[in-house]
């Protein structure tokens, strides 16, 4: 089966992050036209400077937590290119004053920092949706991918706020996939990957210890996941395409665990 998506234009949000490069990367590789959308000036013109070579690319500072710059990103997007057909929201991720740590308990959250991690996660999805959907909306087709969690499976120790936020993104997923569907086009479809345990920079220090080899959290994790290792960033990408694609033509408002089977695993 081959995936076509040569000509198609994308906006990837948190493109200077780990998770976002990956992405715009195969995306570039793969002949889209890419919008890498960033807070950070730095990452995102290194970003761009790594992936120029490779094809077409645009970085532009955006912050997604503020309406009226997504809005001027998307004139600025429409201007050059004339529209959006796929829109993948890869800012987010948790930071260490919202994780807890192993001797502390609920009751000694930081509210700020679990405000902080349920509006980036959260609302840094919706509002991304709701500025490019329109654009979707207007042209009658497109493809949201979302980026939920294994912690809005089940609960996970730790990271409550992170877990609420990608929670939310689940169902919000699954109601844009049903408002796009049923007001709009059948051709606009929203989906969400859901990560399963890769060792990034906002979790190296969680999973392993100062001379790399695993915590106990690390053994944890791995006890229940049946392939017995963790993920590698680019194992994400496929589905990605393949969300985007016209084989992906009658899904929406799915949420698809790419986990090595920690979600389907009972750890019996």
């Not at 890419?34 to 013109?45: G, K, P, S």
């Amino acid at each position: 089966m081959e995936i076509n998506l040569k000509g198609k234009i994308a906006v990837v949000t948190g493109g200077g992050g780990v998770l976002g490069g990956s992405i715009a990367r195969s995306l570039v590789e793969n002949g889209v036209k890419v919008a890498i959308l960033d807070i950070r000036q730095e990452q995102l013109d290194s970003r761009v400077a790594e992936l120029a070579p490779l094809g077409e690319v645009i970085g532009l500072v955006c912050n997604v937590l503020d309406m009226n710059s997504l809005e001027q990103t998307r004139k600025q997007l429409t201007e050059k290119w004339g529209g959006v057909d796929i829109l993948v929201n890869a800012a987010g991720g948790n930071i260490p004053a919202g994780t807890l740590t192993e001797t502390q308990t609920v009751f000694d959250m930081d509210i700020a920092a679990y405000n902080k991690v349920t509006d980036l996660n959260l609302n840094g999805t919706v509002y991304p949706c709701l500025v490019f959907g329109k654009s979707m909306a207007e042209q009658g087709e497109g493809s949201i991918v979302n980026v939920s969690s294994m912690a809005s499976y089940s609960a996970i120790t730790r990271v409550p706020g992170y877990s609420i936020a990608k929670s939310g993104v689940s169902i919000f997923t699954q109601w844009l996939a049903m408002e796009m569907a049923l007001k709009y086009s059948e051709k606009i479809r929203v989906n969400a990957l859901a990560p399963g345990f890769f060792i990034g920079d906002q979790n190296r220090a969680v999973l392993l210890n100062p001379d790399g080899s695993y915590t106990e959290r690390s053994h944890k994790v791995l006890a229940r996941t049946p392939m017995k290792r963790f993920g590698d960033i680019t194992e994400l990408n496929g589905l990605v395409h393949f969300l985007c694609s016209t084989h992906a033509s009658f899904i929406t408002g799915t949420i698809i665990p790419v986990d090595g089977g920690f979600s389907s695993f009972s750890g019996v």
